[in-house]
């Protein structure tokens, strides 16, 4: 039981527990609830559901209409604010209970919070929408195009050749809907999802693409405690990706980069087992591998990640570029799953079409495509339409030079560091820094890029370095 216990004596760092769980759910039900505000039938289209009309009584539903969101809505935030209430009290009163105790009680009522205030509201918007269309209550990539691909892929059609105009994501958006003419993401997205595709339609007759959502980040909740040791930095890992602001939010409206961080969370889970099991490294290394490139198989947003990784494949605490050098042929070594998993996922549609994979994946997003995507985000993007700089938001802007300005510094500063101090913490907290600075500068900044970046700034903060032996 040692490694749940709390030093007692800190108890700033146990009341910051609080605090975090108090912000986080606070703006997560603000942002949810000004969310709902772009779904205007929201309130009908709950009262005439067969199964979410009925869950209150009609008189509850009458007292409970808000111009702000839906009364199970509210009846969802109260239940969480219940759950922080009791949260609060448990630490108020922890030094009369064991530390353990109070360990599991925290992390119960977080997977309790977790569970009203996403999944809840995810399952309510998945019934929504099989009420109300396929182009309704959802993402436009995430589910409905993905959901499109699964359809392609199963009648043999090749997704970066065909475009979507005879899909639901002809109904989804009002302008700039060039997605209509490109699938962006890579083959696994949806070699993945298909099987539970045909069995979601063979036992319920329809399918959402969130089911595999929903499953994968429950997963990644329940490893991602583990490639952290204190038991305060557990509770607070799991708190800052279960009610990550605007990842949280992806997930109930059904954008994929829960799906991306799935795959690279287990593939550091699977290398921080190897490192425990010193009988069994190589195969949970090699497991870990064939996670890695199953993500970069995914989104391209994956491959920033590859020199940390390839720094944790050392399983050295530290080591100079010289060190490195000497490695490079075990580091390859070790790396092959990654290279045959991305391959024999990729390869075939290479040989397919090669020009429109390349056009779709990465044309589309860099501004060079035919048909390209706009110019738009949080970002550097901004100040480059303030001052005029192109004729429109579908022009193209040599976005590459100000990445590579900045990105290739971040990259030799956070492997340098990750160098000196290697541990899954550095790699996330390095990546999370590089995407983010290249993400900036480039074309677009979408606002989902920065909850999974987010994601692992948490886990580069609170996830653990390598020990050396003893």
Known sequence: MSDLRVDPSNASLR?????????????????????????????????????????????????????????????????????????????????????GTVYRIKLALIWAIILIIVFAPTF?????????????????????????????????????????????????????????????????????????????QAVLGWYDQRFVYLLLFALTLAMAPRLTRRPEHRLMLVMLLGLNPIMASDVIFGQNDSFILFWIVLSLWLWQRGRQASSTRRWWWAGSAVAYGLACASKPTAWFMAPFYALLLTDRASLS?????????????????????FLLLVLPYVIWDLDALIDDVWRWSSGTAEIPYQIRGWGLANFVLALGLVEDRLSYWPFWIPELLIALPLLLVTISRQMRHNGVNAACWGYGLLLFGFLFTSRFLNENYLGYILAFLALGALAAPIEEPS
């Open 124 to 200: 309510k918007l998945i019934l929504l929408r099989q009420q109300s269309g396929p182009a309704s209550y959802t993402h436009d990539g995430g589910v409905i195009q993905t959901e499109a691909v699964i359809q392609f892929f199963l009648e043999g059609k090749n997704p970066y050749v065909e475009d979507y105009l005879n899909t639901p994501m002809a109904e989804w958006g009002i302008d700039f809907r060039t997605a209509l003419y490109h699938f962006p993401y890579l083959p696994w997205t949806f070699i993945f999802s298909t099987p539970f595709y045909l069995i979601s």
């Open 321 to 341: 570029w010289r060190d490195l050098q000497k490695m490079l042929i075990p580091l390859t070594r070790r790396a092959i799953p990654v290279i045959v998993v």
């Open 15 to 99: 009341r910051f527990d609080a605090l975090l769980l108090a912000v986080l759910l606070i703006a997560r039900v603000r942002i949810d609830t000004l969310a709902d505000l772009v779904l205007p039938t929201r309130h009908q289209d709950v009262a005439r559901h067969p199964i979410l009309g009925h869950i209150l009584s009609p008189k509850g539903m009458e007292l409970l209409a808000d111009w702000l969101t839906d009364p199970l809505a509210l009846v969802l935030i109260s239940l969480a604010f219940t759950g922080l209430v009791i949260y609060l009290i448990v630490d108020a009163v922890a030094d009369r209970l064991r530390p």
